[in-house]
């Protein structure tokens, strides 16, 4: 069993940065992959970025390419968040999760979550 907790969400004008964190409780992830999703009300949860359990493969979604930057901390038993030039449609309650293996982007193949941070952008 883990344990993962969000934090760091709130209100931000656009252009702004937010840095999220998951921390994990109850077991080490340092063997885990981990990952970011978000959802806004009525919509699918969508995949924002992932990571491997060494932190040697990381991959993004498209439309936070070069704005967001995922990273872990092994002593911490954190994963991070870094959200970059925000825009308004970034705006969605974020996800952390893990797994057992190797790097997903995908929410089925994800075995554990968190409740969730949300975050606001205000054009």
């Known amino acids: 069993q883990v344990q993962l907790v969000e934090s760091g969400g709130g209100l931000v004008q656009a252009g702004g940065s937010l840095r999220l964190s998951c921390a994990a409780s109850?077991?080490?992830?340092?063997?885990?992959?981990m990952g970011w999703f978000r959802q806004n009300p009525g919509k699918e949860r969508d995949f924002v970025a992932a990571i491997s359990g060494t932190g040697s493969t990381i991959y993004y979604a498209d439309s936070v390419k070069g704005r967001f930057t995922i990273s872990r901390d092994h002593v911490r038993n954190t994963v991070y968040l870094q959200m970059n030039s925000l825009k308004p449609e970034d705006t969605a309650v974020y996800y952390c999760?893990?797994?057992?293996?190797?790097?997903?982007?995908?929410?089925?193949?994800?075995?554990?979550w968190g409740k969730g941070t949300l975050v606001t952008v205000s054009s």
């Open positions: 999760a893990a797994r057992v293996g190797s790097i997903a982007t995908t929410v089925g193949a994800m075995d554990w």
């Open positions: 109850y077991r080490t992830i340092s063997n885990y992959a």
